[in-house]
């Protein structure tokens, strides 16, 4: 059974950064292309970031030059690193395969940024 276990949201004020970790097990990690999704309340899921097993990324252009996605085989772990984050980046923030499957998705994690 695949399970995955998002962390380390929380409030930030403008401009602040978070470091959101994506812990994975029941599944082969290292041959997996991950990515980071959020929804904002009222709005539809979207995806931000995508690492693919080879370590290519691409990213949401909403996010780019502010986010770094990465992750480590070892740990099976994907990160989100968000800096000079914005309100609008506000949202519950999930990992997930790339292109995502619907028995992946776990509770998420909430960042909020406001002053």
């Known amino acids: 059974q695949v399970q995955l276990v998002e962390s380390g949201g929380g409030l930030v004020q403008p401009g602040g950064s978070l470091r959101l970790s994506c812990a994975v097990s029941?599944?082969?990690?290292?041959?997996?292309?991950w990515g980071w999704y959020r929804q904002a309340p009222g709005n539809q899921r979207e995806l931000v970031a995508v690492?693919?097993?080879?370590?290519?990324?691409t990213y949401a252009d909403s996010v780019k030059g502010r986010f770094t996605i990465s992750r480590d085989n070892a740990k099976n772990t994907v990160y989100l690193q968000m800096n000079s984050l914005k309100p609008e980046d506000t949202a519950v923030y999930y990992c997930?395969?790339?292109?995502?499957?619907?028995?992946?998705w776990g509770q998420g994690t909430q960042v909020t940024v406001s002053s």
């Open positions: 997930n395969n790339f292109p995502s499957r619907d028995n992946f």
């Open positions: 029941g599944a082969i990690f290292s041959i997996n292309t």
């Open positions: 690492n693919t097993m080879h370590g290519t990324t």
